[in-house]
């Protein structure tokens, strides 16, 4: 059975860091490229970054280059989202997800599985 699992959302001040994790079955992670999107209320789910299988070939959106890592470990079968200077508009219930070809993996229509999403609120 396919399972993604989000962990280490919460509550934080704006300038604040917070690292996200994804645990995801074995064979996922030895076959699919991996993603971060996220939700805010009452708006679409947008893409927010993904990683190859091979760990090296990483996408980000406009909105957090330069502030948002993300990061595998196939070892381990989780993957990671460093989020760094926060901010109000990155308040939003962040998901795991994951896809057979990492060059459309900003398209959610292309999403094979989805996790259930772990909440990041950004507080002033």
């Known amino acids: 059975q396919v399972q993604l699992v989000e962990s280490g959302g919460g509550l934080v001040q704006t300038g604040a860091s917070l690292r996200l994790s994804c645990a995801a079955s074995?064979?996922?992670?030895?076959?699919?490229?991996m993603a971060w999107f996220r939700q805010a209320p009452g708006k679409e789910r947008e893409f927010v970054a993904a990683?190859?299988?091979?760990?090296?070939?990483?996408n980000y959106a406009d909105a957090v280059k330069g502030r948002f890592t993300i990061s595998r470990n196939n070892a381990e079968n989780t993957m990671y989202l460093q989020m760094n200077s926060l901010e109000i508009e990155d308040t939003a219930v962040y998901y795991c997800?994951?896809?057979?070809?990492?060059?459309?993996?900003?398209?959610?229509?292309?999403?094979?599985?989805w996790g259930k999403g772990t909440l990041v609120t950004v507080s002033s």
């Open positions: 997800a994951a896809g057979r070809i990492f060059a459309t993996m900003a398209n959610r229509s292309t999403i094979d599985y």
């Open positions: 074995e064979r996922i992670f030895a076959n699919y490229a």
């Open positions: 990683v190859n299988v091979n760990t090296r070939n990483t």
